[in-house]
């Protein structure tokens, strides 16, 4: 028997037995956790061909294929990459990989991490504004025309990089981890073009309200099994660290708000 035929075999015996184990089970979809190396990427048919581990109360290893929930699950996958995901299993048995993410590269977490990187850059700005004498070289930076002009520039294209991605979230060509990622992208970029605390609050109030809207989506989407419950976790540290920081600096401003 072939290898090909092997693996055909191997599938349709697990379609089966899934089949029969299904029954009586309920209606709730269940999502399992995914860990394999991309074999094959067709992004026009929504699927992905995984070379799997063991999936434990679903499946053993093997490869085959998987429906993917929407083509930008796919962005920046190709074969022989080594990934990691979610997969959804419906009460008829329908697999569907609902996240896909090269091993070692946790989307989630760099994008919080993105956050707490933004935040701490808002405190040390603060801290040269109080003190001349701190970050002389990073201020001298900020006032020379060609790095400012660039930043402007970026500014503007991360702006467009918002309208496209919403765009593409809408009709199912975009994630909505690429959709959190564009907008915090956005708002780091204000950050750098403050040249006051004022300014910096302004934008920190900006990503309060933003950070309390992707807690809200996280926590809708766990409840509907696309989300896990540390997806809901880190949301709610990353609009707490928002928070700490704007308090920050607002302590620091006399009379913030006028």
Not at 18 to 39: F, H, L, R, S
């Amino acid at each position: 028997m072939s290898s090909n035929l092997a693996r055909f075999v191997a599938f349709a015996l697990v379609s089966l037995v899934m089949v029969g184990c299904g029954k009586g089970n309920g209606d709730k979809d269940k999502v399992y956790d995914i860990k394999g190396k991309v074999v094959a990427v067709d992004a026009d048919k929504k699927k992905v061909t995984l070379d799997h581990e063991a999936i434990p109360g679903l499946m053993k290893a093997m490869e085959m294929p998987f429906a993917v929930e929407n083509t930008g699950i796919l962005e920046g996958i190709k074969p022989g990459d080594k990934v990691r995901g979610k997969l959804k299993v419906d009460s008829a048995n329908n697999m569907t990989i609902t996240q896909l993410e090269k091993a070692g590269d946790s989307s989630s977490l760099k994008q919080e991490g993105d956050v707490l990187l933004c935040c701490h850059a808002c405190e040390n700005h603060a801290l040269a504004d109080a003190d001349p004498a701190l970050g002389l070289e990073n201020l001298q930076r900020t006032k020379d025309s060609k790095v400012k002009k660039l930043l402007t520039e970026r500014l503007a294209t991360l702006r467009e990089l918002v309208k496209v991605t919403d765009a593409e979230y809408r009709v199912g060509k975009a994630s909505f981890d690429r959709v959190q990622q564009a907008q915090r992208a956005l708002l780091n970029a204000r950050i750098e073009l403050c040249e006051s605390d004022k300014e910096r609050i302004m934008v920190l109030e900006d990503m309060v309200s933003l950070a309390r809207e992707h807690e809200k989506i996280a926590a809708q989407r766990y409840k509907t099994g696309v989300a896990t419950q540390s997806d809901v976790l880190l949301a709610t540290a990353a609009r707490l660290e928002v928070e700490i920081t704007l308090e920050r600096i607002r302590a620091k401003v006399p009379n913030p708000g006028k």
